[in-house]
């Protein structure tokens, strides 16, 4: 069986692959802080309340991270207590798609993932919004190749900055408003982050459409389920399509 792991700035997902069935997932607070020795025993944990095996059924580790610190002790978790090298998904990697980025090795491993999965999934061209500690969209031709995207910030940093700016405003759900015109601070903060992000995704995937031509557009990552409903261009909603185009590089790389 198969751990796939992407790693983000805020959470890492833990996605137990048998053959090509996701067979479980686990989320966990990315924290640089915390150890190989730390890791193993989390998805120790993680396998036995499921009644997998730790020490018999992991056979493969893929590894998706944006988080140096965390990368390292995932690589030092895997060498040690399972007893070979993971796939890390970095520069030199095999992937199958041409990545026409003018540095390929400025693009986060978790968009090339994302972007291999979506592939695999929809053919292209095809764009990919993933809504996390960042907010990217990328773009994948009808070739199959990664052209390039576009970074802004995710919901939660957003908010985080207003609430850390100005005094009087406190945090609230993220949850539809009763009314689009908020009748009150609260309702008028959840329009303004869910129907403001929704809108600003379909401005940037209007402009992405009018270079690439009719194209399918997918979403994940933790904001997508909620802020789809509100996007005219979002068409299809992957929420584990990194941890999928994880397993697909793994298996390139066998």
Not at 38 to 58: D, V
Not at 135 to 155: Q, R
Not at 226 to 249: A, C, D, K
């Amino acid at each position: 069986m198969l751990l796939a792991i992407d790693a983000g700035n805020t959470q890492t997902v833990i996605g137990l692959y048998d053959d090509k069935d996701l067979a479980d997932h686990w989320r966990i607070a990315s924290l640089a802080e915390r150890t190989s020795d730390e890791l193993a025993l989390m998805i120790q944990q993680f396998l036995g309340f499921h009644g997998f095996s730790f020490e018999s059924q992991i056979s493969g580790v893929a590894i998706a991270s944006g988080v140096p610190p965390v990368t390292a002790a995932l690589r030092e978790m895997t060498e040690r207590y399972f007893g070979f090298e993971p796939l890390v998904l970095e520069p030199g990697t095999r992937t199958g798609m041409p990545i026409l980025y003018d540095n390929p090795k400025e693009v986060g491993p978790d968009r090339i993932a994302n972007a291999v999965g979506a592939y695999d999934l929809y053919g292209g061209p095809s764009i990919v919004v993933d809504f996390g500690t960042a907010n990217t969209v990328d773009a994948i031709s009808e070739k199959g190749e990664y052209l390039g995207g576009a970074i802004f910030p995710g919901i939660e940093i957003a908010m985080d900055a207003l609430f850390a700016r100005a005094a009087l405003l406190r945090r609230v759900e993220l949850v539809p408003p009763k009314n689009v015109i908020g009748k009150s601070t609260m309702e008028s903060l959840q329009s303004g982050a869910i129907y403001g992000f929704s809108g600003q995704v379909d401005a940037v995937v209007d402009r992405f459409k009018s270079e690439l031509g009719e194209c399918t557009v997918v979403t994940t990552g933790g904001q997508a389920e909620l802020i789809m409903q509100f996007s005219r261009t979002i068409q299809h909603h992957e929420p584990w399509l990194t941890l999928h185009g994880l397993r697909i590089v793994f298996e390139r790389n066998q």
